[in-house]
Structures are given as C-alpha cells and as structure tokens.
C-alpha cells in the first residue's frame, strides 16, 4: 500500500512491505501532511500492541485478512478461507504477491511471521491468540490449527502482520526488535501493490507534534493538511474556522486507571499492607471520581463517563450496565474508614502526558478528588514511550491507561487487561497484578463458545464481575473528532487509525 522514503528504510531497516505489479496511480495524486501527538514506538509489526504505531505499521505491512470500512473482515493476503473442521482454517493465500525485494510471498512468510510474533519480548500476541500452529498446504495455501474453536479470529488476524522471511534472515531481524522512528515519518504509495487505491493520496507526512498549540497553529497556518487528535478546548474554534471542516465520530477506547493489586505492599505508597487489594478501597476510589465533571469541564463533552471497561461499537457493551458507581465523597469516606484507612493513604500515579486526549488533566483532576477522601496522591507524569515502558516494567503503583479494541469484541480487553497473567496473549496488559478465579473461567469460556447468545452472556457476566468488584478505575469512552482542510476529505474510524487509501483531496 504504502512505503517509507529510504531514508527511514536505512534508519530502520524493516522494507517488508507487500507489493503486487500493475496498481495504476492517480495522476492527480497528492500528498497528505498529517499531524497528531503520538510517537511511533517502532516500526517492528511485531513489537508494541500500540494503536498509532499499529496504524502507521499497517500502512506498510499487511495480513491475511483486513478491515472494510464497516469493520468487517475482508480477504487482504488471503483471498478466501473455509473450516474444515471447529479447530482448523484453510487459507488460500494471494498469488503473484512480492515483497519490496522481489521475493515472492508464500505460505513460509505466515508462518515465519506467526512465530516471530509470539515472541515473548513483543505485545502482539493477542492477535494469534488460541492458535496452536499454522500448517503449510502448499505454497498458497494454508491450515491454522486452533488450540479450540475460535469466533473472532478473523478479527484478530486483521493486525497479524506478514514479514519476509527472507528478508527478516538477510537482515538479522528473526527477533522481535524494538527501532524507534525518526520523529518524521514519510511515506510514499507503492505503485505496485495489489490492491486498489480508493482516494488520490500517493504520499503521506506524517509530523508527531506534541503541543496542542503548535499541533492547533500548523493546521490553521496550513502547514499540516489534518489533525487526528484535536485538544477539546480548541474543537469549537476549529467548527468556526471556514477553511477547516471538524470530522466527528466516537472511538472504541476507554481511559482508566489501573491499581496494583498483586503485591503485599505498594512500591510507590505508603509502608504496610497493600490498601488496593481491599475491595472496599478500591470502590471509594471509583466513588470519589466525579466523572460528570470531568466530561464537562475537560472534556469539553467529548466523552461518555464509563462503569465498564469497553466502549459504545464493542461487542459485549451494553448501556444499562455502563453505569459507574455513584459520585458520593461521603460514602467513599466511609468505605475507606470501614477497610482501616480512617485517614487515607498515598501513593504514586504515574501518567502519560502526549498519549490520550487531556492525559495529564484528566490525572490532575482525578488526583485532586481523591484528595477530598483524604488520599494523597503524587502525580508524575512523562511522554508515553518512557512511560509505558515503566508500566510495562511493572515499576509502578498505579498508572493511567486507554485501551482500544482492535477487534470490536469484549474479549480482547478482557484477555489482556484483567485475565491472569500467564504467557502469551492471556494478561499481557494485566500490569496490576491481579487474578479472579471466577473471571478467568468466564474469559476462557468465550474464547471458545460459538453460541453468540451464551458467548454474549459469558462476556456480559466477566464484564459486570470487573465493574462491580472494582478491579480498575474507569473514566470515560473517548469521542474523537479530527479537523482537516475543507479540501480534504477522510473516512473517519472509530479505532482512531485514519486508512490513507480512503484519502481524496481536492
């Protein structure tokens, strides 16, 4: 689809990007100057299970299977796939398909790529989760052997990305690595890749610009063509703005705050025992979070104050259960006198400040509400790539979080966030260190149920036990509206990940 300049090849040496002769450009083709405040984390398909990076890599890299504009799973690198059985999947791969190099793609490149990203130092082997081994048919065919029956592995495969494996033994990268982009991405349409190009956009710079005022002031001054995530404070100014056209949708993310659960005593908070294992802690907490009030005075409306984990367009959500518990300071007070902390405690919430919209005010306030229960909280907050590699680290007490749904279904939060961690893609975002017995089981089921009404109820129950035993501290569902030139014209996502092949500019 996309390829980077040569320079970011030379910086980061990954070239592995899929291409098939005979794509026609456009001959009105233009380039699309695109600002937001993430980093790229790496350029390595199989490192960091992070949404920009994600997004970015997938111009570049692609899987068996793809999304449409309505999140369905379409055929990408596989044409077509059948079950011939509950536990096996027959994939006929796409012919005539060549990696940048010239080598042809084939049945050794998925298998090599399933390996390679489920090594245990990269974050993305939720994506392969539940499949046992791929099994090679030919040399365009092949079968995906499942440990049990899968219902969404079509979703998952989306993000499994194809690597050469070729390429990856020519240039020392079999191991999962961890390469940082150069802070200017640059990208440029691969005139013979397979598909088709659905806009007349042929280049894409793509400028991480941390500070919303200057990220704000290069959209106004023209210097960016579009802004993916826009500071609530300046969204009815960009709507007045007749050059500029605001494009608004929701995003299937939900912002949190995770408490470490798992140790005797907090590494970051006060000497004794651990106050968050205490349920009755943890629920003063989510009642002393105004989250009405940061919807309205932060947010500016740009969210839906949350109870559960997962957001409006995920499989599993449901209205009348999105419901926090009550704002009550004096309840939470008494809960908190009730588990043997008449005066509250302390500790560290540690904070990214470029990654999620409003990150460091949103912790700021919520540090400052818990103060009124008499929880003194110390706020550090750093940019994202140090940051989450501290949680990753679990060098952290408590920390602040947004997790999207990459496949639209429940379980994806579920098996990462709030199942056991054990290896692979089972608790490989559980940084709190917590364990429920009675989740576990239900998580396990839904992995396998093919019944969508008992899948349904297994994901509703898992959801309600995390929401009422307060394992973690929703704030709220992010709203995500982009602004872009009115020449400009973008299909908007709810996964936050912009498709540069929708792009049309006039």
């Not at 890299?61 to 044409?79: H, Q, S």
């Not at 035993?469 to 929703?474: I, T």
């Given at each position: 689809m996309f390829k980077r300049l040569i320079s970011l090849f030379l910086s980061t040496g990954f070239v592995s990007l899929l291409a098939l002769g005979g794509l026609a450009i456009n001959t009105h083709a233009k380039t699309l100057k695109w600002a937001a405040q993430n980093d790229i984390l790496t350029l390595d398909p199989h490192a960091q299970n992070h949404a920009t990076t994600n997004n970015i890599v997938g111009h570049a890299?692609?899987?068996?299977?793809?999304?449409?504009?309505?999140?369905?799973?379409?055929?990408?690198?596989?044409?077509s796939w059948t079950t011939t059985s509950p536990t096996r999947w027959r994939f006929n791969l796409r012919k005539n398909v060549t990696f940048h190099d010239g080598t042809p793609f084939t049945a050794d490149d998925v298998i090599f790529s399933f390996e390679r990203i489920k090594q245990p130092q990269g974050t993305l082997q939720i994506y392969v989760s539940g499949v046992k081994e791929i099994v090679k048919v030919n040399s365009y065919a092949i079968d995906v052997v499942l440990d049990n029956p899968n219902p969404i592995l079509l979703n998952n495969f989306t993000t499994f990305y194809i690597m050469s494996k070729k390429w990856a033994s020519a240039n020392n990268s079999e191991k999962v690595q961890d390469y940082k982009a150069d802070q200017r991405l640059v990208m440029s349409a691969n005139k013979s890749w397979w598909g088709k190009m659905q806009g007349n956009v042929t280049d894409v710079v793509y400028t991480p610009i941390k500070s919303d005022p200057t990220r704000i002031a290069a959209l106004i001054a023209g210097d960016v063509d579009a802004v993916t995530d826009l500071p609530t404070q300046d969204v009815a100014r960009l709507r007045s703005n007749s050059n500029l056209f605001v494009l608004d949708g929701p995003e299937v993310r939900t912002i949190f705050i995770g408490l470490d659960q798992g140790s005797d005593e907090l590494k970051y908070g006060s000497s004794g025992p651990n106050p968050f294992k205490d349920i009755r802690v943890r629920r003063a907490l989510n009642m002393a979070v105004d989250r009405a009030t940061i919807q309205r005075t932060i947010m500016r409306g740009l969210s839906i104050p949350a109870g559960l984990m997962i957001a409006p367009g995920v499989n599993g959500y449901s209205t009348t259960a999105d419901k926090s518990m009550p704002f009550d300071i004096e309840g939470a007070k008494k809960l908190l006198a009730d588990a043997g902390f008449p005066n509250g405690f302390e500790f560290t919430l540690d904070c990214p400040n470029n990654r999620y919209v409003n990150d460091e005010e949103i912790c700021q306030a919520v540090t400052n509400m818990w103060a009124k229960i008499n929880v003194r909280v110390k706020l550090n907050t750093q940019p994202f790539g140090p940051y989450?590699?501290?949680?990753?680290n679990f060098d952290t007490s408590a920390y602040l979080l947004g997790w999207g749904v990459a496949t639209y279904d429940a379980l994806y939060s579920l098996q990462s966030l709030i199942r056991t961690r054990t290896s692979g893609s089972d608790g490989n975002f559980n940084f709190v260190k917590l364990s429920n017995a009675k989740v576990d089981a239900l998580i396990d089921r839904s992995k396998t149920e093919t019944n969508k009404k008992n899948r349904d109820q297994l994901l509703t129950e898992a959801l309600a036990i995390t929401r009422d035993?307060?394992?973690?501290?929703?704030i709220h569902h992010q709203m995500r509206p982009w602004a872009m030139k009115k020449s400009v014209a973008m299909t908007h996502n709810s996964n936050d990940a912009p498709k540069m092949m929708y792009v049309t500019i006039k």
């Open positions: 890299y692609e899987g068996l299977v793809r999304y449409d504009k309505n999140y369905k799973p379409e055929p990408a690198l596989a044409t989450i590699a501290k949680v990753q035993e307060a394992l973690y501290v929703p």
